[in-house]
C-alpha cells in the first residue's frame, strides 16, 4: 500500500492555463506535474499542479512574476 504525504495542489479555472504552467514549470525547471483534480479539491478545471509543500512561497512568486493565474493552492494529503 502507498504512503499518503502532503503535496500542494494549485488549480486552475481553465485548462489553457494549466497548460501554460505546465510549459513554465518545465523551462525553469519548476518541480511537480499535472494531475487530474483530487477529489477533495472542485475547481473549474479538471488538472492540477502538484509539488511538494514547502514550495509554495517559491510557486506563489514564480506564477505572479510570470503572470500566470491560479485558482487555488491547497496542502492536501495524496
Not at 501554460?20 to 488538472?47: D, F, V
Not at 502538484?50 to 500566470?68: C, N, S, Y
Amino acid at each position: 500500500m502507498r504512503t499518503k504525504k502532503l503535496q500542494l495542489v494549485i488549480t486552475f479555472s481553465n485548462t489553457p492555463e494549466a497548460i501554460k504552467m505546465e510549459k513554465y514549470c518545465q523551462e525553469h525547471q519548476l518541480p511537480g506535474r499535472l494531475i487530474p483534480i483530487p477529489s477533495q479539491i472542485t475547481a473549474g478545471c479538471g488538472l492540477a499542479w502538484k509539488t511538494e509543500p514547502d514550495r509554495k512561497e517559491q510557486f506563489v512568486e514564480q506564477l505572479k512574476q510570470a503572470g500566470l493565474s491560479w485558482e487555488q493552492m491547497q496542502v492536501i494529503e495524496l
